[in-house]
């Protein structure tokens, strides 16, 4: 059974997913298939007789595109091209073309074939994929320098806690130490033991996932750990002029790394200074039906809704009309440590209502004792 005369015909007419036409020699459209009229939403009668140059961007125009592709096409006998094409609407697509000088058999050319696919598909998830690479180079060289800088951090912050040490003993030994330099000395001490603590949880947070870090467990009462943590903080919660209450809570005890827990609380108490500055902040330990939890409470700015799940991303800042500095750390460190427990962290804020951001943690009575863990 032979094919008649009219199978091409035919064949380019049922085409859908390819637009399929014909071009004079000077580019008017002669030719449209139906595929043509869904891929770019022009009907045959609106489109037939039409220059081609309308399929292109205002720029592609004002740099002789159209014209060149023919010439190129006629040339070489075809041309094949990517780039960006309009509908009918004037919206955009990444289109694949490819143009097909038509001639007789004595060589005249009466025209140019054109077939153009619909790539915007591809190129999106193309585009994506890079940025995505993108993203994911930009973490590691952010996880590289992060982590230099906490070791090159470590030999200076021994040399400080060793002076502040040794300023201590010979004031004692001297015997004549004012209290004013006791209450100094006293203070270098504590921040020297902060920097080093959070130095430490950098090293140990930073560039793991929450399943990677090793914990060492101890039994702990969350009450004691977050009362040290404000202990510590004194003098930070004086320069922010925040009143800073801990709120009456029910007994909770954790197996957990006192190190870790401890930074979990400084940076949930050092992001409710920064944002809620001269306002109250309110903290809160309980337990209830076996999870333990730790909330931090403020009367900053808030958090849009959109914005939140971002919160808790390496390296992700929420943008504010102030410049509030920082690496982005802060709160991811504070996801790291909770979900390395078995914990989770959420946040519950409005603009301009404050935000409270809770931790939860399996309490020790609702977990099996953990080998290893020192009662």
């Not at 009229?37 to 489109?47: F, L, P, Q, T, V």
């Not at 400080?160 to 001297?174: F, G, I, M, P």
């Not at 690496?327 to 209502?353: N, P, Y």
Request: aromatic share 6%.
């Amino acid at each position: 059974m032979s094919l008649g005369e009219g199978a091409l015909q035919l064949f380019v007419e049922s085409v859908r997913d390819y637009a399929v036409f014909m071009l004079d020699p000077k580019g008017y459209i002669a030719t449209w298939n139906p595929g043509a009229e869904r891929m770019k939403g022009w009907r045959a009668d609106e489109i037939i007789g039409q220059h081609f140059s309308c399929f292109y961007p205002a720029e592609d125009i004002a740099r002789g595109k159209p014209a060149r592709e023919l010439e190129v096409a006629a040339r070489e006998g075809r041309l094949e091209d990517e780039g960006w094409r309009l509908r009918k609407d004037g919206s955009r697509f990444w289109a694949d073309v490819v143009i097909t000088a038509v001639r007789t058999r004595e060589g005249d050319l009466i025209g140019f074939g054109k077939v153009t696919r619909d790539l915007t598909d591809r190129r999106q998830a193309e585009d994506e994929r890079v940025a995505m690479v993108a993203r994911e180079e930009g973490l590691r060289a952010r996880e590289e320098l992060l982590t230099i800088a906490a070791h090159e951090l470590r030999t200076p912050i021994a040399a400080l806690q060793l002076h502040a040490d040794l300023v201590r003993r010979t004031s004692e030994s001297q015997g004549g130490a004012s209290e004013r330099l006791a209450e100094r000395v006293r203070r270098l001490q504590h921040s020297a033991t902060r920097l080093s603590r959070l130095v430490d949880a950098v090293l140990r947070v930073a560039t793991l996932e929450p399943s990677q870090i090793e914990l060492d467990r101890r039994r702990l009462d969350l009450r004691e750990l977050v009362e040290r943590v404000l202990d510590e903080f004194a003098d930070d919660i004086a320069s922010a002029g925040c009143a800073v209450r801990l709120e009456p809570g029910s007994p909770a005890e954790v197996s957990g790394d006192c190190g870790l827990l401890e930074v979990l609380v400084a940076n949930m108490l050092a992001n409710a200074l920064k944002y809620g500055a001269r306002q109250p902040v309110a903290l809160l330990v309980a337990a209830h039906g076996g999870r333990a939890s730790i909330t931090v409470s403020d009367h900053g700015m808030g958090i849009a809704a959109d914005r939140q799940p971002a919160l808790f991303e390496r390296f992700k800042r929420v943008d504010s009309p102030r410049h509030y500095g920082g690496l982005g750390l802060g709160l991811w460190t504070v996801r790291a440590i909770a979900e390395a427990h078995g914990g989770s962290v959420r946040v519950t804020s409005e603009v301009g209502q404050g935000a409270t951001f809770e931790v939860e943690l399996p309490a020790l009575e609702g977990v099996a004792a953990h080998a290893g863990v020192s009662p």
